[in-house]
């Protein structure tokens, strides 16, 4: 009896210093990241704010001209700031419905076999690297864009903002499915008893349901896009423009990346400013979002 | 006494009444040539064993089991001498409504969930619906409960209120049979002791069909009863009669508790 009471407890303490142990890792491992992000942000700021107090606030942000090389140089990204505004809400307004009926589909209408290869579809489309999007762009959305729309360059915010619609669609779509599939079958039946079609259950039972998972996957999109650079480089047409929807034009991306190698002085601390002003709107996008689904969702 | 019987067969119209139903689900023959007219105005008890096919039988009359793969079906259920087989599948579930063993109000709140069902229907003026609602939670006797915060979610209520939540949700329709599975086998006795009074109350409005493992609560409040056993109807009388002077052994022997 007593044997087995001892055995008992130190097969207790065993189990309790494992656990602890693991917590310990666990613990390291989330300090981990969250030092990572302090260290990014500590960064950003300070090789970020110089060229902004050397500038002035309000020429860096809404100054309308960029000319970094110049004999004067001028450092406005208002240009910048406007075409990643633009091209990602425009990029959003055609893959979030898109993408969202797509989810739909998938996870409540199409049948098992389609399904299943579509999501298949989808999983390889969102590991395919920027750079092929790049080049799928620049070899057949820019040439059709110039010859749809009469164009001397098709390499502009249209282009990139179908490549940019067309880059976000699979997060959204396997985000949302998920979701989706996620909704418990008890409000569906709930829906069904009570005389509405299956349409009707899913789009007004189902998806109100998912809209937390749905908006995240609006983040993760609203992410992708504002931070893409290289394929919006390939079919942009680069050039520091006010952003006009048939205009060669530059984002907050690729202002840094095609500048960055042969800067220098002012015109490298203004790279680094850039890289701040995108680094806060990500922020921004993600704090927004975070309160829209914990709002969204229902205890 | 047999008097009696035959006068109440005479003038007690059926609402529901099946012939020769049978159901497979797959190559698992769930319903056996199950003979049944359900009287209107009454509540009926569906009892049995785990497994016996009252669900299936109850979600066989407002056609649940549609949903489900490789199920077939037989014979013929007939509401209010109409084949619903000739009913659209939504026209008659917003006419035999259904409340489930789970509480499954929508995360909405309890007004959007009442509304559900008229707004479906095509009901979207305010004035309506707010009347529609306040009906269906008076009707479910949670109206008092639930007044204040009618903008507040529908998953913040107790179990028992989550249940007569559904039900309201499921009066907000106006259906003419009202199938319950169970759903009163997840609460406490006295949120149960309240829907029991408040089915006893709808039935003078409604047709109430109710599967119960609970031999008390079918005694309490059902006037008739009906046996399943492995998918047949095995006995399908009076409650009273079913629980003083069972016909069939079986029917005894699980009533008195010896197996099931
Ligand atoms: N979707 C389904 N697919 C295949 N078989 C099913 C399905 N649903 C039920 N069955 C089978 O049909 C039979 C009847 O099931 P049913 O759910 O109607 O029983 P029940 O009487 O409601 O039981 P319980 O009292 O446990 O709820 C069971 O043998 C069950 O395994
Ligand atoms: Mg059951």
Redesign the interface.
């Known amino acids: 009896m007593d044997g087995t009471v001892t055995l008992q407890k130190s097969r207790l303490k065993k189990q309790k210093s494992v656990e602890n142990i693991f917590k310990t890792i666990f613990l390291i491992f989330g300090m981990f990241s969250i030092a990572f992000v302090i260290f990014i942000s500590i960064f950003l700021i300070i090789s970020g704010v110089p060229a902004i107090t050397k500038i002035g606030f309000f020429k860096f942000m809404f100054g309308t001209k960029w000319a970094s090389t110049a004999a004067k140089p001028s450092f406005g990204i208002l240009p910048f700031i406007l075409t990643s505004v633009y091209g990602t809400c425009g990029a959003l307004l055609v893959s979030v419905p898109v993408g969202i009926f797509c989810a739909v589909y998938l996870a409540k209408m199409a049948p098992g076999p389609v399904a299943a290869a579509v999501r298949e579809a989808v999983d390889l489309l969102a590991a395919i690297p920027s750079v092929v999007y790049g080049l799928f762009g620049m070899i057949i959305i820019v040439p059709s864009v110039r010859k749809l729309f009469n164009l001397p360059d098709g390499a502009n915010l249209f282009s990139a903002t179908v490549v940019l619609a067309i880059m976000v669609l699979p997060s959204i779509i396997s985000e949302s499915e998920t979701a989706l599939r996620a909704v ?1 079958k ?2 569906e ?9 299956y349409t ?1 259950t899913v789009f ?2 189902s998806l ?2 998912a809209r937390s998972g749905v908006l995240t996957s609006v983040i993760l999109g609203t992410g992708r896009a504002i931070g893409e650079a290289m394929a919006v480089m390939m079919v942009a047409g680069n050039v520091a423009n006010m952003p006009g929807i048939f205009k060669s034009v530059r984002f907050l991306t690729t202002a840094v990346a095609s500048e960055m190698s042969y800067s220098s002085g002012l015109q490298r601390q203004a790279l680094f400013s850039i890289a701040l002003v995108l680094f806060f709107f990500i922020i921004m996008i993600n704090v927004v979002l975070r309160k829209l689904t914990s709002k969204g969702e ?2 | 006494m047999i008097f009696t019987e035959k006068r109440q067969g005479d003038f007690m119209s059926s609402v529901i009444e099946t012939k020769d139903l049978n159901l497979w689900y797959g190559k698992h023959h769930a319903l056996m040539d199950i003979n049944m007219a359900v009287p209107k105005n009454q509540i009926t008890a569906l009892i049995g064993p785990s497994g016996c096919g009252k669900s299936t039988f109850l979600r066989t009359l ?1 056609r ?1 089991n549609d ?1 489900i793969e490789g199920v077939r079906i037989e014979g013929e259920i007939s509401l209010r001498g109409e084949n619903i087989k000739n009913l659209d599948a ?2 008659l ?2 006419r035999v ?2 409340v ?1 063993q ?1 509480a ?5 709140s309890i007004y959007d969930n009442i509304a ?2 008229p707004r ?2 095509g009901v979207h003026k305010k004035k309506e619906l707010d009347e529609i609602v306040e009906t269906s939670l008076k009707q479910a006797a949670i109206w008092d409960e639930c007044k204040d915060r009618l903008k507040t ?1 529908a ?2 209520m107790s179990g028992g209120q989550q249940q007569r939540l ?1 039900i309201a ?2 009066l907000a ?1 106006k259906p003419e049979v009202l199938l319950l599975d169970e759903s009163t086998s997840a609460l406490d006795p006295v949120s149960t002791s309240k829907i029991e009074d408040l089915l006893l109350e709808l039935k003078k409005k409604y047709t109430i069909i109710m599967v119960t493992h609970n031999m008390q609560q079918a005694a309490r409040i059902a006037d008739r009863t009906a046996f399943f056993l492995l998918g047949e109807l095995i006995e399908y009388d009076n409650t009273e009669k079913i629980f003083s002077h069972p016909a069939d052994k079986r029917t005894e022997d699980y009533i008195t508790g010896r197996f099931g």
Request: aromatic share 8%; hydrophobic share 40%.
């Open positions: 418990p008890e409000y039946e709930g829906s069904l008893a009570l005389g509405a079609t009707e007004k039972v109100p349901a229902v205890k | 407002n649940m949903q939504n026209v579930r917003s409504g259904m489930f789970k499954n109000p929508f995360p909405m559900y069902g479906i229907l979610s998953l913040g559904c949700r499921a329709v």
